[in-house]
């Protein structure tokens, strides 16, 4: 298989996907709209004799939230089941394919009617990125509170001169990271010499910080979790030992 990358396949991926989301908000919009018009007719009173047919508009509404809704959910889980199986080159750095597919269950999930008006609060890192605040706060969200769960600090009384000992003798084969604030952190405390070490990224949001920052990313699983970063890192490793 040829290692050059070829990110038309993951961006095909992608509209595919944007396609099944428009279609699913469609139908959870029209349901919201047929299942409101019900209700706006039993108010006008136009329909006072007839609840069989307000019942019948409440259901077909009703069942269309729950088909997009079930699009939604099928849609990301197929998009994220293809993007894993992809060769590692062919995603492009900095892509975060799960944040499309993680919006889209959480949308799915909670329906954009019961997000208008609502308070939301998300535990997170003390630095992350706004994208999960921006998103329900655009679809009405009445408040939402970014409470940081944890924040990551340098060290202190670390090994740095040792660590560069290391480095400068080739000693260390590989440095791992689980997120952005660990390689920034990293090479702040090492500086210069840690540019070109190989790496180990938990997800492509840390591998495109690690390449501006001068490392090389061979490492990153398709499932960004510790437990999928190590066996990328023993699969690694094993392929390299099986090569001429």
């Known amino acids: 298989m040829s290692n ?9 991926a992608v509209q595919t996907l944007l396609g099944w989301q428009r279609s699913s908000l469609a139908l959870m919009a029209f349901g919201f709209v047929i ?11 136009v329909e006072r004799e007839n ?13 269309l939230i729950l088909l997009g809704s ?9 998009f994220r089941r293809f993007v894993r199986d992809l060769p590692q080159q062919d995603v492009p750095p900095g892509s975060w394919a ?9 949308v799915a999930a909670i329906g954009i009617k019961r997000i208008r008006g609502k308070r939301f609060v998300i535990p997170r890192a003390e630095v992350a990125r706004e994208v999960l605040p921006e998103i329900l706060r655009s679809k009405g969200a009445r408040e939402v509170v970014v409470a940081p769960a944890y924040r990551t600090v340098k060290p202190k009384g670390a090994q740095i001169e040792r660590i560069r000992e290391l480095i400068a003798s080739g000693a260390i084969d590989l440095v791992t990271f689980t997120s952005s604030s660990t390689v920034t952190n990293f090479c702040d405390l090492i500086g210069a010499p840690a540019k070109g070490l190989k790496a180990a990224a938990i997800g492509p949001i840390t591998a495109a910080t690690a390449q501006d920052r001068g490392l090389e990313v061979v490492v990153r699983p398709g499932k960004y979790t510790v437990s999928a970063l190590t066996a990328a890192i023993a699969e690694y490793y094993g392929s390299a030992k099986r090569e001429p």
């Not at 050059?4 to 095909?12: H, L, M, T």
């Open 4 to 12: 050059s990358s070829d990110p038309r396949v993951f961006f095909a």
């Open 35 to 45: 299942e409101r018009f019900s209700l706006f007719l039993t108010l006008l009173r």
């Open 51 to 63: 609840s069989t047919r307000q019942f019948f508009s409440l259901v077909v509404g009703i069942a």
């Open 70 to 78: 079930a699009v939604a959910l099928a849609s990301s889980i197929a």
């Open 98 to 106: 799960s944040l499309g597919t993680t919006v889209n269950v959480i």
